[in-house]
């Protein structure tokens, strides 16, 4: 799970906000934390409660089992909320480059107030572990955070929660799956629907953290899941199980399929640092394949702006003329048609240094490879001197040589 775009200045929602992100195909997990008042807690100002919802791209969420989308699961209601923070996270598959968030607040002037996005993707397996530890702002019963999945099956779902028996009033949560309320039988009828109760701990251990299995069998399409709050529980960590490995969407490059779409934000990173490996190093040892690879990485982790911030921008940066790799400029002719189809000549070695190619680019973005090049964010082939490369680059210090390769990091 990465960090891809966060935005943590809390604002005013006056009518419709839109927030716009960069991003490739994958699966994300965006996670919205914002408050809303009450018509009480608006006084003058309104006749009705405040609301919030959220779009992403041209998907909606709407309440469960109907169209509207103000009362959604999802949504950010001041009637339940009276000014309460509520997080919601949101899982699902985004395709292309640009992307964006609206947020629409329903009525003038406009008090909802956003607090806080964080936009990670994601390589989903058969199962997701998120730990927030998110604590309950201190309130009565109300709704704390929702998990919004998108077109995703759901076999089970594994909740960690710390909650504490206090003075006058303890810490309660409630359990909503797909508006169903998980109550406890073992409670009393006061606390029927409350999963986790913090009146009924023993004084002497007033507090808890507890850990519960819930099994769903949902096949895919839209869930929720809601924690209600009473008090300051706090959510350690959740855990989603699938039931399966999740497929690719179709459409998207896979190893076993990598031909180009078009647009080369809809290769996963691994795809597309694979087919530059490919382009400048197919017929090379694995050793010199991997070395470029961490030359990429490195400069994203630099985090100069002339180098790019991910693998995409690193990767396919130019300035419309030329490439910072060459076998990425589409008028490349030895490279390109090849990185674009890796496996349309169908042979032995062509398979092997694709493979290869992949397995260095998976080795280097999951970070089990130590980097050879010792900081290296510039190379080049021994084809060109050293000496050529440092008078047209005067900025670059040589570091060492690698197979056919000659290595520079910068002064």
């Not at 195909?25 to 409660?49: F, N, P, V």
């Not at 040892?285 to 961490?294: P, R, T």
């Not at 910072?324 to 000549?345: A, C, G, T």
Request: proline share 6%; hydrophobic share 35%; aromatic share 10%.
């Amino acid at each position: 799970m990465q960090l891809i775009y966060q935005d943590k200045q809390q604002k005013t929602i006056q009518g419709k906000e839109i927030i716009t992100f960069p991003s490739f195909s994958s699966y994300h997990l965006i996670a919205i934390t914002a408050r809303a008042k009450s018509e009480k807690q608006l006084g003058s100002q309104g006749t009705d409660d405040e609301d919030l919802i959220v779009k992403i791209d041209n998907k909606t969420f709407p309440k469960f089992n109907s169209d509207r989308l103000k009362d959604s699961q999802a949504a950010f209601s001041g009637g339940r909320l009276h000014n309460l923070a509520k997080t919601v996270y949101f899982l699902t598959f985004l395709r292309g480059k640009g992307h964006e968030i609206i947020l629409e607040a329903d009525k003038p002037p406009g008090t909802a107030t956003f607090e806080n996005l964080q936009v990670y993707t994601l390589n989903l397996g058969s199962e997701l572990a998120l730990e927030p530890k998110l604590t309950a702002e201190d309130g009565d019963r109300r709704p704390w955070v929702t998990l919004a999945l998108n077109d995703l099956p759901l076999q089970s779902i594994t909740s960690t929660i710390t909650y504490s028996r206090r003075k006058r009033d303890s810490d309660d949560v409630k359990i909503k799956i797909n508006g169903k309320t998980r109550g406890s039988l073992l409670t009393n009828i006061k606390h029927f629907l409350w999963r986790f109760v913090g009146s009924l701990l023993p004084l002497l251990s007033p507090t808890k953290t507890e850990t519960e299995k819930f099994i769903v069998k949902l096949p895919s399409g839209l869930h929720y899941i809601e924690l209600d709050a009473d008090r300051m529980p706090t959510l350690e960590n959740i855990v989603f199980n699938f039931g399966k490995e999740l497929p690719v969407p179709e459409g998207i490059p896979t190893f076993d399929n990598p031909k180009w779409t078009g647009d080369f934000y809809d290769d996963p990173p691994e795809i597309l640092l694979a087919r530059l490996i490919f382009g400048e190093a197919r017929g090379q040892s694995k050793e010199e394949k991997l070395a470029v690879a961490w030359v990429v990485k490195n400069r994203f982790l630099s985090q100069i702006s002339d180098f790019g911030f991910n693998y995409h921008e690193v990767i396919l940066k130019n300035d419309g003329v030329r490439y910072q790799f060459s076998p990425m400029n589409p008028s490349e002719p030895d490279n390109f048609p090849v990185l674009i189809d890796p496996l349309k000549i169908d042979n032995s070695l062509t398979k092997a240094a694709w493979s290869d190619s992949y397995e260095a680019a998976t080795a280097i973005i999951s970070g089990k490879i130590s980097d050879p090049t010792e900081g290296a964010v510039f190379f080049h082939s021994q084809d060109l001197s050293k000496e050529e490369f440092l008078k047209a680059v005067p900025r670059a210090v040589y570091i060492k040589e690698i197979g056919n390769f000659f290595f520079y990091k910068l002064r």
